[in-house]
């Protein structure tokens, strides 16, 4: 999906977000003065961290990204500064206390990786 970045700054914004503020524009017209259309990029490969034994993977932590835009010869396009990162948790089903143990992801099963269900009662 295309987004676009507002002349006041404001991102990410999309083309109803232009038609709200330029009544006469339409999709695929010439954007409006102070708009800009803005690549986006990939979400980075280390926002999560995982690890695997023999039969099961985990998350084990997260880091926090900043989204940003970058110009660069009249061109906009996003960017991820790498923030804090966090361990993942999980709630002792006990005790329930959050404990900062890793959350199974994944399990090896019959040759390929199968999520957990997780039940709507949790």
Excluded: C, F, N
């Excluded at 109803?16 to 695929?28: F, K, L, N, Q, Y």
């Excluded at 997260?62 to 990162?85: A, F, K, S, Y």
């Excluded at 959350?103 to 199968?114: F, K, Q, T």
């Amino acid at each position: 999906m295309t987004s676009y970045r507002a002349p006041d700054g404001g991102y990410p914004r999309y083309p109803g977000d232009i038609t709200r503020a330029v009544p006469s524009w339409s999709d695929g017209d010439p954007l409006p003065d102070g708009w800009h259309q803005v690549t986006r990029t990939p979400v980075p490969a280390d926002i999560l961290e995982t690890y695997e034994d023999d039969t099961k993977r985990y998350l084990s932590h997260v880091t926090r990204h900043i989204v940003g835009l970058e110009e660069v010869d009249g061109e906009w396009r996003q960017t991820w500064t790498p923030g804090e990162r966090l361990p993942v948790g999980i709630t002792d089903e006990e005790t329930g206390e959050w404990t900062d143990q890793p959350r199974l992801i994944a399990e090896y099963v019959d040759g390929e990786w199968i999520e957990p269900t997780v039940s709507s009662e949790q």
